[in-house]
């Protein structure tokens, strides 16, 4: 015989052995590869977590440096036209002094609010353009329109006036030319558009952001993530909106 | 010692160009002013032809900063320069000027800045050289390198910022950019052409893929000479790098 039976057994035996050998090994690889499955999914949801918790520690950082502060070198211009207007315009001098307070007022914001009606956010920018209107005299032109609609629609605090400081700033840009500012504001209780049209230079395509325009991008983001635009056009006319499509802010603020 | 100064006052606002006209009025046997713009490009044409010994100088106007008046000029008058920035940022610009004058104006000091004036005149001190002028103004521009990108939409154009991008792919001849909210957006540049415009925390890893260095969570060998990345956004994205990607890409993330 070719094959002793004895050994023939024998091969069954180391044959069956193997195969118990191997399937382990295999039972246990699989094992390992679905802890290390797990281990990394486990991995993945504490770092979710953790990101998750230092967003909103990020959050509540960042609302804080976003409550805007009267920049100084406007505070510091305007009071040196308050010098000025102090010695021969007093009425003027008056007038610019209540508004720079009321604007400082609302920035050092200590009623801690982060939502306000629109009409009150649109009076503070009417106050930062009373300003600029006596600092550049008769250089500048300014109309502001507001639907009825809108006016109680809460809205961020400081979400036009970074847009208008722009604005303002273009359209003062071209020497000799007189700065136009037109501030539409539209929409309903549900949604608005925020429209900013100066006369100055077209936006360029890179556009350069600013603090100002950063802070409002932010702004949206955090308030109604998804739900909000920014959108710039040249043609017909140079404008900058701000749509927000559903003003139920994100519920994570209240 | 020279005793009488041509000068001329550059300033945006007209009231600060009135207060300080009105403050000089006191030293009206020193100074006399000849002339004032209200921008920058007036008062280099203006500075030019008048010819006037001294400037008081805005730091910031509408069209240019007040630095880029002085590298227009034919000749080197005498500087002073008004500002509403804080003292701290105005310091460096000691050695450019004979003196600054912080906003709002006092009587005190422009009669300090006039007794500078007249002695730097009579040679008495060292006349300041506008050496550096570009390296130290630079610090009052914005920072040039691109924060956002803008997406054409028709006319319209939006803005990104570039720390909500997690990667960039390529579609032909455009891109789509993937952010971290799960949108993805049209973008009519080529990949390489945005590839030199971002700043260094975005990386090509492939022929067809820029991703955001900050938003790789992990990374794993894929084969001898590429690398499986996972993108942190909602569906922990996978791009496996090109072989020829591989040295920066391991340099890059140190594996």
């Known amino acids: 015989m070719l094959v002793d039976p004895s050994h023939r057994i024998n091969t069954i035996t180391y044959t069956f052995l193997m195969s118990l050998l191997f399937s382990g090994i295999v039972s246990a690889l699989y094992l390992n590869i679905t802890y290390a499955n797990l281990a990394e999914k486990r991995l993945?949801?504490?770092?979710?977590?953790?990101?998750?918790?230092?967003?909103?520690?990020?959050?509540?950082?960042?609302?804080?440096?976003?409550q805007a502060k009267v920049n100084p070198h406007f505070l510091y211009n305007t009071l040196n036209s308050i010098a000025e207007l102090s010695l021969h315009q007093g009425a003027k001098a008056r007038q610019m002094t209540i508004a720079l307070?009321?604007?400082?007022?609302?920035?050092?914001?200590?009623?801690?609010?982060?939502?306000?009606?629109?009409?009150d956010e649109v009076e503070m920018v009417e106050n930062y353009l009373m300003i600029e209107k006596i600092r550049f005299e008769d250089k500048l032109e300014i109309s502001i329109e507001m639907d009825n609609a809108v006016k109680q629609v809460k809205v961020p605090k400081f979400i036009l006036q970074p847009l208008v400081e722009n604005a303002v700033k273009h359209g003062l840009k071209e020497p000799d030319n007189k700065g136009i500012i037109k501030i539409t504001i539209t929409g309903a209780a549900s949604h608005i558009d925020l429209v900013i049209h100066d006369n100055g230079g077209p936006f360029p395509e890179d556009i350069q952001i600013g603090y100002g325009l950063k802070s409002v991008m932010d702004?949206?983001?955090?308030?109604?993530?998804?739900?909000h635009t920014i959108y710039f056009e040249n043609e017909p006319v140079k404008q900058v909106t701000i749509a927000i499509t559903n003003t139920v802010k994100n519920a994570e603020f209240v | 010692m020279q005793n009488s100064f041509k000068a001329v006052i550059v300033d945006d606002e007209s009231p600060a160009r009135r207060l300080l006209a009105e403050l000089l009025g006191e030293h009206r046997q020193t100074i006399h002013i000849s002339g004032e713009a209200d921008n920058g490009s007036a008062a280099i044409k203006l500075i030019n032809e008048l010819q006037p010994d001294v400037i008081f100088l805005d730091i910031q106007l509408p069209d240019m900063l007040g630095f880029d008046v002085l590298k227009e000029l034919n000749y080197k008058p005498f500087v002073i320069f008004t500002t509403a920035y804080d003292e701290y940022a105005i310091k460096a610009f000691d050695a450019l000027s004979v003196d600054y004058l912080l906003k709002p104006l006092k009587e005190d000091r422009i009669a300090r800045s006039i007794n500078k004036l007249q002695h730097f005149a009579g040679g008495k001190g060292v006349n300041p050289v506008w050496n550096n002028i570009e390296s130290l103004f630079n610090g009052f521009r914005p920072q040039k390198e691109i924060k956002t990108l803008s997406v054409k939409k028709g006319t319209k154009f939006t803005l990104v910022q570039l720390s909500d991008i997690v990667y960039f792919e390529a579609y032909d001849k455009y891109t789509y950019v993937h952010t971290q909210n799960g949108q993805k957006l049209f973008c009519d540049h080529m990949l390489a052409v945005l590839e030199e415009k971002l700043s260094a925390d975005f990386m090509r890893?492939?022929?067809?893929?820029?991703?955001?260095?900050?938003?790789?969570?992990?990374?794993?060998?894929?084969?001898?000479?590429?690398?499986?990345?996972?993108l942190n956004n909602h569906d922990f994205t996978r791009i496996v790098t090109g072989p020829s990607y591989f040295g920066i890409v391991k340099e890059a993330f140190e594996v």
């Open chain 2, 205 to 230: 890893v492939q022929k067809s893929y820029i991703v955001n260095k900050q938003k790789v969570v992990e990374i794993h060998k894929y084969s001898n000479n590429r690398y499986t990345l996972v």
């Open chain 1, 219 to 227: 702004k949206l983001n955090l308030f109604y993530p998804g739900k």
């Open chain 1, 101 to 119: 307070a009321e604007l400082f007022r609302y920035s050092l914001n200590k009623k801690n609010e982060t939502m306000i009606a629109l009409a």
């Open chain 1, 44 to 66: 993945r949801f504490e770092r979710e977590l953790e990101i998750s918790k230092l967003n909103e520690l990020k959050t509540k950082a960042e609302l804080d440096a976003l």
